[in-house]
């Protein structure tokens, strides 16, 4: 029929076969991936002080925002400044659940991410017939309403009633942790395998239909919809996803500070997260825990030190920068291969001698 | 078979295509035309990226123009652009498998490995796109159009910029589109040995309105057509 040759036509089709079975792409990252998990689990808890275990645990709970963030950004390409207000929801949903009923733990997690899905996705609506700079500045609006209104409204602190807060109490307390997870440590490990679930949630998404389709829609929206792709619908879903593991890991956060205080959360945190992200590399997975180290561990670090915070707008001022002329795809694509540069350096360097001494 | 009625598209002031009356019955079709004719205008009517000001397009006794883009895809419209548009971030299959379907399941997959082998792509289904050459991205392209059971084929300037070889390969795969998928093909091209290689007839466009259609030799022998669009004596 054609001039396809058919010997070559069945080798690709033998080839296709183990594609079909779902093998692992990459077994080596998938170990590394465990061990790495594994250590963060059972060991890292071990070394570390209090002070840092704290820091440890916002790291996990952020690192869900950023991937929340990375996922919108670098996959489907709509620029969001408005995870912070995201997430501010999830945890106003989470203090509140879990002050008002004795559910088990992850039952709120859940709910919280749902309610939070559907307050994003209603926000999302409109916000997603915009790209680029103009849904950036409607997300940063729409982040800049939700601080003040729940600024006005205030975060729980055990009142009664649908907002929960109750300004004349003099004995706060605190909001509850799971009876699995009451000591830092244990917390810490917690919001770790919440993490991971939420990763593997997100990574399930990219290797299946939506990440085929997002991936259609950020490179060319044209032929997204000439392969029969609804984009609105994918998009709108990419949205609500990450408004989902936002609003989980906002609910992790209200059991991480126990107390939570609206002049905690300010617009400006929209901001440094889109930063940071793309520092950590919003096409990579591992961008987002990058990130999440880079907003959460830094300042603890800065902070032991006795640096002054303002040195991180300084240095986050600088770390876009150099993703936007030199490193698109941000410190999780640049640092493995600047450590192989550098070995390969060294190699050259240990060989040369010996090279030079055979001629 | 499509017949398209009285279709006008007008830009602004510009009227992109004027009254176009015209019936593709079936097999490979071509349409030509020199730039801004409206060849690709007319693809993007069929495919729903553009809104005609009046006119009605029937394809296969369905009204085309009642569905929104990416239902026609379902439905079975393919198209592939001017610019090539296979997904570089994605492998073969998956640039393949995107395609909307009515197959599920395991026959989707030997559909989808079907089409792979029927565009003669010489990489595994496994490779991402982003490392494969121009001609093996516009092979899938081609693939991607004819998976998932089409029933027409929208082919805009496949052979833009291709060498002799790849050319060749590329006309042998189109001219078979209709028998290996059951679609109707339309083939926009400026290589008219291309286009006299593969579309048994081919319609010519210029300024919006429809010039000549016939018999593919037939249309390049017109002398009018020649000495008016496509320069004196190559052809």
């Known amino acids: 029929m054609t001039g396809v040759d058919t010997k070559d036509a069945t080798a690709v089709a033998q080839q296709g076969l183990p594609l079909l079975r779902r093998r692992p ?27 840092y275990t704290g820091y440890a645990t916002l790291v996990a709970i952020y690192s869900i925002v950023t991937l929340g963030l990375g996922l919108l950004v670098g996959r489907v390409g709509l620029y969001s400044l408005g995870q912070g207000a995201i997430l501010q929801i999830g945890a106003w949903t989470g203090a509140r659940l879990l ?16 309610v939070t899905m559907l307050i994003g996705t209603l926000i999302g609506l409109p916000a997603i017939r915009l790209r680029g700079l103009y849904l950036a500045l409607i997300t940063l609006m729409m982040a800049g309403g939700i601080t003040v209104i729940l600024a006005t409204v205030n975060f729980p602190n055990g009142g009664g009633g649908f907002t929960g807060y109750n300004g ?29 679930i939420m990763f593997v949630l997100v990574y399930l998404h990219l290797r299946t239909r939506p990440g085929r389709a997002w991936a259609a829609i950020r490179q060319s929206e044209p032929a997204a919809l000439a392969a029969g ?6 998009k709108l879903w990419a949205w609500a996803l990450a408004a989902f593991i936002t609003g989980v890991a906002g609910a992790v956060l209200a059991g991480q ?59 986050f001022g600088l770390g876009v920068l150099q993703v936007l002329t030199t490193a698109p795809a941000g410190l999780a694509d640049q640092f493995p291969k600047d450590m192989t540069r550098l070995g390969r350096l060294i190699m050259s360097r240990i060989r040369r001698p010996a090279r030079d001494g055979a001629t | 078979m499509i017949e398209i009625e009285n279709l006008t598209v007008r830009y602004g002031g510009v009227t992109s295509l004027d009254a176009l009356t015209l019936v593709f019955a079936r097999g490979t079709c071509g349409l030509i035309g020199p730039n801004g004719a409206g060849k690709t205008t007319f693809f993007n009517v069929l495919s729903g990226f553009v ?44 640039n393949v498998a995107m395609v909307a379907s009515p197959l599920r399941g395991a026959a989707r997959r030997a559909d989808v490995l ?3 082998e029927y565009a003669g792509i010489d990489a595994s289904p496994g490779t991402r796109v982003g490392t494969l050459g121009a001609g093996q991205r516009r092979l899938v392209e081609v693939a991607r159009a004819v998976a998932g059971k089409p029933r027409l084929v929208l082919l805009d300037e496949p052979a833009a910029g291709l060498p002799e070889q790849e050319t060749q390969h590329l006309a042998e795969v189109i001219r078979g589109i209709p028998e290996y998928a059951g679609a109707l093909t339309i083939l926009v091209d400026h290589d ?14 210029d300024f919006g309105k429809l010039i000549a259609s016939g018999p593919t030799a037939a249309v390049l022998r017109d002398e009018h057509v020649m000495r008016a669009y496509l320069g004196t004596a190559e052809v």
């Open chain 1, 257 to 315: 500070a126990q107390y939570l205080y609206s002049i905690n959360f300010t617009t400006q945190d929209s901001i440094v997260l889109l930063a940071v992200a793309l520092m950590g590399g919003v096409y990579n997975l591992w961008g987002a825990v990058i990130a999440a180290l880079l907003m959460q561990l830094l300042p603890a670090f800065l902070q032991n030190l006795g640096l002054s915070y303002a040195w991180l707008d300084i240095l």
């Open chain 1, 229 to 234: 792709i609804n984009t609105t619908f994918y």
């Open chain 2, 114 to 116: 079907a089409a792979i």
């Open chain 2, 192 to 205: 008219m040995s291309l286009v006299s290689a593969v579309c048994s007839t081919t319609a010519v466009l």
């Open chain 1, 25 to 51: 792409q990459r077994p080596v990252h998938l170990t590394v991936t465990v061990v790495l998990a594994l250590f963060v689990l059972f060991a890292l808890p071990e070394f570390m002080s209090g002070y």
């Open chain 2, 51 to 94: 809104r005609p000001a009046s006119g009605t397009v029937r394809a296969f006794g369905t009204n085309l123009l009642a569905m929104s883009h990416f239902r026609r895809a379902r439905w079975g419209v393919r198209r592939t652009f001017q610019t090539e548009q296979a997904i570089e971030e994605l492998t073969v299959y998956d």
């Open chain 1, 168 to 196: 004349t109490a003099v004995h706060i307390p605190p909001i509850r942790r799971p009876s699995i997870a009451g000591s830092e440590t244990a917390y810490f490990r917690y919001a770790v395998v919440v993490a991971l």
């Open chain 1, 99 to 114: 002050f008002a009923s004795g559910q088990p733990y992850p039952v709120v997690l859940i709910e919280a991410g749902l």
